[in-house]
């Protein structure tokens, strides 16, 4: 069996701008493409890009006992999403170790959708439907694309009604060129953005569409990969590149705490009751590292997986980085030893090409109050 058995709809055009359809959570995915891919992030800093992101998982789940599946399997507490509003979450094992992210969407009263990646969370789901009133989905027809970066807004203003008065995580249901999606005020770039829920016979007709309109204003078709660049910067992690999945420990098996990951925050104040989560609150102020920042001097970006040292010993690792040539700097995600996740720590990244001096920082390093995402209007 090939290693891709899912398949977007928009394959040939991807392939048609250079893309080798390389795997990514089993649908060849557009990677790369020929063209240099700091255009591709400038384009969505300063203006839009789109993204074909249909390789994330999209779950429906339907029925009376919904509700208490998403309550059972997620963190989040699910009586304050209303139909309408969505909310990022986290899914854990037994011992309160994070397995999958994801963001729930409220769609009715008894119907959500949930989009994951490359994590167990669709297990996650399944196990906590077990003997429950309750309908599980896989929907792969249900293409995302993802319009990206200040532009977005004024490009689908034309076409959408109401899209302006749409608010950070919240969702609806319309028409887009005559075609009936969902658009979500979502997204993985830090940036203002929303994401197209399309059918998949509809999502090349918009597709291009987009594109050809949106060209005047610099819309431009991006890879998926320049999410690494975006991602580094608005400080989103990526499973399993920045979990001990990819970077074991030396003496236990894989698994991150929330409060390592800094994803914490999406427990719910007070929730119990959810995967995990006797052991997860056990494990508060037992980090064994935390994820934060490295700025580097120069214009050197980190290689992958590189050693960060501190006076001669090696006190993490840098799962991504990126050059930011819009303010010129090379930044990363790292994996520090606690006592070395502090603001302005020195440390050294051994790239293959030779050291690299470099200082622990906190994280996001673009706009850290979030306002680009949030803006009204």
């Given at each position: ?94 011992a309160g170790k994070f397995t999958d992210d994801c963001i729930l969407y ?198 992958e997986g590189a050693p960060v040292c501190r006076d001669g010993k090696k ?55 979030k306002t680009k995402r949030t803006a009204k209007g």
């Amino acid at each position: 069996m090939t290693a891709s058995w899912r398949f977007s709809t928009l394959a040939d055009r991807h392939r048609a701008l250079g893309s080798k359809l390389e795997d990514w959570s089993g649908m060849g995915t557009a990677w790369t493409y020929d063209k240099d891919a700091d255009e591709e992030y400038i384009a969505i800093r300063t203006k839009a890009g789109l993204m074909d992101v249909s390789g994330l998982k999209k779950v429906h789940i339907t029925g009376p006992h919904a509700s208490h599946l998403i309550d059972l399997a997620t963190t989040r507490d699910v009586e304050k999403i209303y139909p309408g509003k969505s909310a990022y979450a986290c899914m854990l094992n037994e011992a309160g170790k994070f397995t999958d992210d994801c963001i729930l969407y409220r769609t009715g009263p008894n119907a959500w959708m949930v989009v994951h990646g490359s994590g167990t969370g669709h297990e996650e789901l399944q196990r906590a439907a077990m003997g429950r009133d309750v309908s599980l989905r896989f929907d792969d027809n249900l293409h995302d694309l993802s319009l990206q970066g200040p532009a977005a807004v004024d490009y689908l203003a034309k076409h959408v009604p109401g899209i302006r008065d749409l608010n950070y995580f919240h969702h609806m249901q319309t028409q887009l060129f005559g075609f009936p999606v969902m658009i979500s005020r979502t997204g993985y770039t830090g940036e203002r953005g929303y994401e197209i829920f399309c059918r998949g016979q509809d999502a090349g007709t918009i597709w291009d569409r987009i594109l050809d309109e949106g060209k005047s204003a610099g819309i431009i078709p991006c890879r998926f990969t320049t999410l690494d660049m975006l991602r580094v910067e608005s400080y989103l992690l990526f499973y399993p590149y920045d979990n001990s999945q990819k970077y074991p420990f030396e003496n236990e098996g894989p698994g991150d705490t929330l409060w390592e990951l800094g994803l914490d925050f999406t427990v719910s104040p007070g929730k119990t009751g959810f995967r995990g989560a006797e052991e997860h609150y056990r494990l508060k102020g037992k980090e064994r590292f935390k994820i934060y920042g490295v700025l580097l001097d120069g214009k050197e970006p980190a290689d992958e997986g590189a050693p960060v040292c501190r006076d001669g010993k090696k006190v993490g690792v840098v799962t991504c980085a990126m050059y930011s040539p819009l303010v010129e700097k090379s930044m990363g995600i790292a994996r520090l030893d606690v006592d070395c996740a502090v603001k302005d720590t020195r440390l050294e990244i051994r790239n293959k090409s030779g050291s690299i001096k470099a200082t622990a920082q906190p994280l996001p390093f673009d706009d850290p109050k979030k306002t680009k995402r949030t803006a009204k209007g």
